[in-house]
């Protein structure tokens, strides 16, 4: 079993930046993919960003050049940070890690951009 626990998500305006952080209960140096995806209100889930154990990153078109996915193994945590955000942004933020063949979920972290 593995845990996992997002924080970092608040109010912010346009143009400004957050940092999500995502606290998992194990080591996170060999899980194959993590990730971050968010659902919007009244939207399917989507991918935001992830990263493999070999530190390969993919990004939704919509957040390239604007966000980075990143780990810290030390800590086992991931971290995505947010610049240049925008309304459409708005969204809860889930943390995933993808372990052999199981898919462990966080509890998401709202964040709302204001205009």
């Known amino acids: 079993q593995v845990q996992l626990v997002e924080s970092g998500g608040g109010l912010v305006q346009a143009g400004g930046s957050l940092r999500l952080s995502c606290t998992v209960s194990?080591?996170?140096?060999?899980?194959?993919?993590m990730g971050w995806y968010r659902q919007a209100p009244g939207k399917q889930r989507e991918l935001v960003a992830d990263?493999?154990?070999?530190?390969?990153?993919n990004y939704a078109d919509s957040v390239k050049g604007r966000f980075t996915i990143s780990r810290d193994i030390a800590k086992n945590i991931l971290y995505l940070q947010m610049n240049s955000l925008k309304p459409e942004d708005t969204a809860v933020y889930y943390c995933n890690a993808f372990v052999r063949i199981v898919s462990y979920w966080g509890k998401g972290t709202l964040v709302t951009v204001s205009s």
């Open positions: 194990r080591s996170i140096f060999s899980i194959n993919v």
């Open positions: 990263i493999t154990s070999g530190s390969s990153t």
